[in-house]
């Protein structure tokens, strides 16, 4: 049975979900730039995270709790019943990689790069590291939720140089 914190839970995400559809997708009339997307999504998925329970403070760290939230809510390309990638997936997954994008650019430092006018931007937007290398963030999500934990995005953050705890 649902409690008030299931409900709660699900109202926050549902109510991100609407958000973004109504905060200027692309496919809306009211067109914001990607760039402008990415930090909005990185914080709605992080409230979204944390009124679920997983620690989503922009720390290294707390990308060991999103690789257990893609673990809880996903199964090898397919979202959990009833879980929180049920619905919006898309979007969702877009957050989760803007999250896991601003967590490395705010500890190795870069900046954001998008392409409006690619058709597949939110895909393939990309951070330009300090160090000149590019990462594809949203793609790497994408990766772990088709193919599972053995593109783990903890591991992919130590690859890149932060200090995560691996399980």
Known sequence: MP??????????????TIERVVSGRRDDLLVTSLLDDVRTSADWIASALD?????????PGSLGDVERFMTEHSNSGAAVEGGLLAAGLGARLFGVGCYVGETIRLSLGGVWEADDADPASELNVRLRLASGSVIWPVQRVVKRFQNGPEDSLTAYAVFLGLDVPVD
């Open 3 to 16: 409690t008030n914190v299931d409900a709660r839970r699900h109202e926050v995400w549902r109510e991100w």
């Open 51 to 59: 009124s679920s329970g997983y620690q989503a403070d922009f720390s």
